[in-house]
């Protein structure tokens, strides 16, 4: 990715939230990506764009830990906390790891166990190991009231099938949602929030506009995923907070709906799902 400055989106005509993004790695700036950036800076250009809340998202025990304290630290960022799947074969014992993250779950600022569930696309955690981790997690947010933030790549029927048979938690988040029409269907029979990152506007992304648009409004969230799935017309940069607002009319444009409307439907979501998002 080219360490470019960001092409800026105009400000939303109302306030609306980026559901999943990682504020460390835009801070510690990946590989060929270009030097970090620090977090108030990124949250005030977002500000700019109409994007005043984000969750930061953690990865690991380590980066869960960050998340929290940088929901403590900075007004309007909140955190989720968990072992993603593809971490989970090296991530520690299983309970030990759990009972911290249900610790972190309790601070005030902490909404969502995530990102956890299943990653069939690479092999960097055996399929059993993160079913187990998958299926801990989701006890940890139905014991902490917490929402449920998943990783699903290339094991749809896995994740809807663990959901199943251990009961889904009250609030469950397909974060970065992967699936086709039929996916966002059965998503939203059982009451599954869509989350929609900026791999939405690609060109080759018709199936996920597709299910974009059978998607109810009041199941949908915005993300960026940042710093990765950066959205037209800033693609092959680091990603970024402010980007949702790009995502966010072009989800508007797939539903037909006015944006400033789906600011309010995502921003009404968003605080029905992690909590009041305030201060």
């Given at each position: 990715m080219s360490g470019a400055r960001l092409r800026l989106p105009e400000p939303l005509p109302g306030g609306a939230v980026d559901a999943h993004t990682h504020l460390d790695m835009i801070v510690r700036g990946l590989s060929g990506q270009g030097p970090g950036r620090p977090v108030p800076e990124v949250l005030d250009e977002a500000r700019q764009?109409?994007?005043?809340?984000?969750?930061?998202?953690?990865?690991?025990?380590?980066?869960?830990?960050?998340?929290?304290?940088?929901?403590?630290?900075?007004?309007g960022v909140f955190a989720a906390v968990a072992v993603h799947p593809n971490d989970t074969a090296n991530a520690g014992d299983l309970d030990t790891v759990l009972a911290e993250l249900a610790?972190?779950?309790?601070?005030?600022?902490?909404?969502?166990?995530?990102?956890t569930g299943l990653?069939?696309?690479?092999?960097?955690?055996?399929?059993?190991?993160?079913?187990?981790w998958f299926r801990g997690h989701i006890e940890v947010a139905k014991r902490t009231g917490r929402a449920l933030m998943i990783h699903d790549r290339d094991a749809h029927e896995d994740v809807l099938s663990i959901l199943g048979s251990a009961g889904p938690p009250e609030q469950v988040i397909f974060h970065c949602f992967s699936g086709d029409a039929g996916l966002?269907?059965?998503?939203?029979?059982?009451?599954?929030?869509?989350?929609?990152?900026?791999?939405?506007?690609?060109?080759?992304?018709?199936?996920?506009?597709?299910?974009?648009?059978?998607?109810?409004?009041?199941?949908?969230?915005?993300?960026?995923?940042?710093?990765?799935?950066?959205?037209?017309?800033?693609?092959?940069?680091?990603n970024a907070p402010?980007?949702?607002?790009?995502?966010?009319?072009a989800?508007?444009?797939?539903?037909?709906?006015?944006?400033?409307?789906?600011?309010?439907?995502?921003?009404?979501?968003?605080?029905?799902?992690?909590?009041?998002?305030?201060?």
């Open positions: 764009a109409g994007i005043s809340r984000v969750v930061t998202v953690g990865v690991d025990l380590p980066t869960s830990r960050w998340a929290a304290g940088c929901a403590d630290e900075h007004p610790g972190l779950a309790s601070r005030p600022r902490v909404r969502a166990i995530g990102e990653d069939y696309y690479r092999d960097w955690s055996p399929p059993q190991v993160q079913r187990d966002a269907k059965r998503c939203a029979e059982a009451g599954y929030v869509m989350s929609f990152a900026g791999n939405v506007t690609f060109a080759s992304a018709q199936t996920l506009r597709e299910a974009a648009a059978v998607a109810p409004p009041e199941l949908i969230l915005v993300e960026t995923d940042a710093p990765f799935l950066t959205p037209v017309p800033n693609r092959g940069k680091p402010a980007l949702a607002a790009d995502t966010l009319r989800i508007a444009k797939v539903k037909d709906m006015d944006v400033a409307e789906l600011c309010a439907a995502v921003t009404r979501t968003a605080e029905r799902v992690f909590g009041p998002l305030e201060g």
